[in-house]
């Protein structure tokens, strides 16, 4: 029952959700504070990222140091990057979305398969900062994924009938039509503790809204793609 059978776009939070809706085509991790956003910027200038195992005390990503990243980056998380590599052992294709390349990504997961299921990261209970907790703590909702899962699934819906998405989906689409993204990401608590250790610029590149055509797609483990042409 909770691998929302029946419809075509889905939505289920965290590795959990990896697992109950691994029989989908493609799957779409969102981890908008802040790995998918890191590798939006890496992929856009035709670079490519490894996920890697985050341990603590690993630091934060950083987009604003990213910008100008190219070539092959390892990037640590222990969110999105633990979740590409969980969907990457499903058999399905695997995208990477954030705020800023919802868009891109929906139109490139609506050419690889006709189920798609889209997973928000989450944040971990225990973790913080200073990369303090030695293990993960339960999985902690949040405001910038479900926003970012809203996205795409806002974009994926407009090119499937009427009736294509599970409610979990539905609801996600709502929050995002009716909701001042930037503001949202900006006030929420993952963005206030980023703003709060002087990451605002980060903050402010994750909250830029279509800006991106980059596709990320994890191929033998490594996230590319580039722009489209």
């Known amino acids: 029952m909770f691998a929302q059978e029946g419809y075509q776009l889905k939505l289920e939070w965290g590795p959990e959700g990896v697992d109950v809706l691994r029989g989908c085509d493609v799957l779409v991790v969102v981890d908008v504070l802040s790995f998918t956003t890191s590798v939006d910027l890496v992929v856009c200038n035709g670079g490519q990222v490894r996920p890697s195992r985050w ?66 990261g989450g944040e971990r209970w225990g973790l913080n900062m200073a990369g303090v907790g030695e293990s993960f703590g339960p999985l902690r909702p949040c405001v910038e994924d479900y926003l970012g899962a809203g996205a795409v699934l806002a974009a994926l819906s407009e090119m499937r009938l009427s009736g294509a998405a599970s409610p979990e989906a539905q609801l996600a689409v709502t929050a995002f039509q009716n909701t001042d993204v930037a503001a949202a990401v900006r006030a929420c608590g993952s963005g206030q503790e980023l703003i709060a250790h002087g990451h605002a610029a980060d903050v402010e590149l994750a909250v830029q809204l279509g800006v991106s055509d980059a596709v990320p797609v994890l191929v033998d483990g490594v996230l590319s793609g580039g722009v489209p042409r």
């Open 55 to 120: 341990k603590p005390r690993n630091g934060t990503l950083r987009p604003a140091s990213l910008v100008d990243a190219t070539g092959l980056v390892e990037l640590p998380s222990p969110n999105g990057s633990n979740l590409c590599t969980l969907a990457g052992e499903t058999g399905a294709h695997v995208l990477a979305a954030c705020l800023r390349n919802a868009s891109a990504v929906a139109k490139r997961a609506g050419e690889l398969g006709e189920t798609i299921g889209v997973i928000p």
